[in-house]
């Protein structure tokens, strides 16, 4: 019986609700007009909001790692923007700066939140942050790179060298060459004389075999001459040698040049590999506004509005009651 009763009351207060709803129905619609119109009339006059942004990358050294850390960049751009930038730049208002690392990335984001009328001064202001980090960490890129241009130039140097030594043996083997040649010729011209010095003594023996002088003096000539030969074939043979010995060394020069020049390659790689901080996104312009959000602004100020007018219109109907 209570619970009848009670869901009768709520009915009854329930009506009594919709009946001031509908009765006060000019304040809700009134109040909620209002405040609708208000918002959109700020909405369209308030200047409009762009977002100007870039994306950077911190610096690398020769080995692909980076020099700093985003989170430090982050920092650094944060204190310079509020001090030196501004003073730089002589900025008479600070524009609100958000400078974030976007996630998953080892990347640096800077934007601004600029007037439609000062873009154009928010793309100067980046540059400026740019130009800023990369003066920051010039130092630190120079003196990496100038130890690795050090190696290149004292490789460089050893293929000098080593250049002038195969020249240097490469003369030595055009004076042994003209040596051989003249070994030779020489040893040529010898066996021809020991070849002509047996045919006259075997000659001579035939006419005079008691002659003991003359057969002394031809046994002892041919004996020179063959030593002489064997002495002269002895220096062709110590050329020979010696010639194989200067090919040997500078094919194994040319091999260590080779080599040093693949090292200087790999140190101009890696010299280039070192980088200062590299803009990947050029300051850009947002699309679109960010502020203000007419769409947003005009719903939210509806409901509001409305909630607004169903308040007045209960007040109203209180204070009329009382």
Known sequence: MNENKDIL???????????????????????????????????????????????IEPPKDSQGEYLDTPQNIVEIIKEAYTHKIAKDLNLKTLFPLNVIQPKNTTLVKISLKVKESNLKEGKNILNKIYQFLIENYK???????????????GYKEIIQILNEAIKEKREKLNQLEKRKVFLEKEIENVSKNIKDLLAQRDK?????DQNITLQFFYTT?????????NQLYNQLENLRTEEKSIILDIKNLKKEIEWKKSELERLKTTKNLISNVRMIQKPTISFNPIAPKKKLNIAVAGILGL????????????????
């Open 9 to 55: 009351e709520e009915e009854i207060d329930l009506k009594r609700y919709i009946e001031v709803l509908i009765k006060r129905k000019k304040i809700v619609i009134l109040v909620f007009l209002i405040v609708v119109i208000l918002t959109a009339i700020f909405s369209f006059l308030f200047p409009k909001i762009y977002e100007v942004s870039a994306i």
């Open 139 to 153: 130092q630190k890129i120079a003196y990496k790179k100038d130890i690795i241009s050090k190696k290149i130039a």
């Open 204 to 208: 001579i023996l035939k006419e005079h």
């Open 221 to 229: 000539t041919i004996q020179q001459m063959f030593s002489y030969h």
């Open 307 to 322: 909630f607004l007018g169903i308040f007045l219109a209960f007040f109203q109907e209180y204070w009329e009651g009382s």
